[in-house]
């Protein structure tokens, strides 16, 4: 079944690499028209000066790893720093129901955090961040 049948009706959270919000392949377009479609906030943004390997803890663990090529040029404990604070924001908001700042458009905490696609960000604007609650757009 294809997945654009039906629209999102829950939370969505994505913190991609820079490396992956960069595609424009068939996935990135089904990806990008399953968001524009969802009933519930979206977050989709990506951390910039990171490939995937960041999101790991191969540059913790391997100074080797900057140097073939398999991690950006993010620290690699401050990309931990940031993928942790967004999960539990987004967790703590949507399964515990506390209002996160972090999750505001232009929460300004950091930096390295952009839209995927600014001119379509979309974040919650209509429900309040509670849980059940949804975005229209």
């Excluded at 404990?77 to 506390?98: C, M, N, P, T």
């Excluded at 905490?109 to 509670?130: C, F, H, I, L, W």
């Amino acid at each position: 079944q294809d997945v654009r049948a039906t629209p999102l009706k829950v939370p969505f959270f994505s913190l991609r690499s820079a490396q992956w919000a960069e595609m424009h392949d068939e996935k990135a377009r089904i990806l990008k028209e399953l968001l524009a479609q969802a009933k519930g906030p979206v977050y989709d943004q990506y951390l910039a000066h990171s490939k995937h390997g960041d999101f790991t803890l191969m540059p913790i663990l391997s100074p080797l790893a900057g140097v073939l090529g398999m991690t950006g040029t993010i620290n690699g404990y401050r990309a931990l720093e940031i993928g942790d604070a967004y999960l539990v924001a987004f967790f703590d908001q949507y399964l515990q129901g506390k209002d996160s700042p972090l999750l505001k458009p232009g929460s300004g905490v950091y930096a390295e955090v952009q839209p995927v696609d600014a001119s379509a960000a979309r974040t919650v604007q209509n429900g309040g961040g509670k849980p059940g609650t949804a975005s229209s757009g």
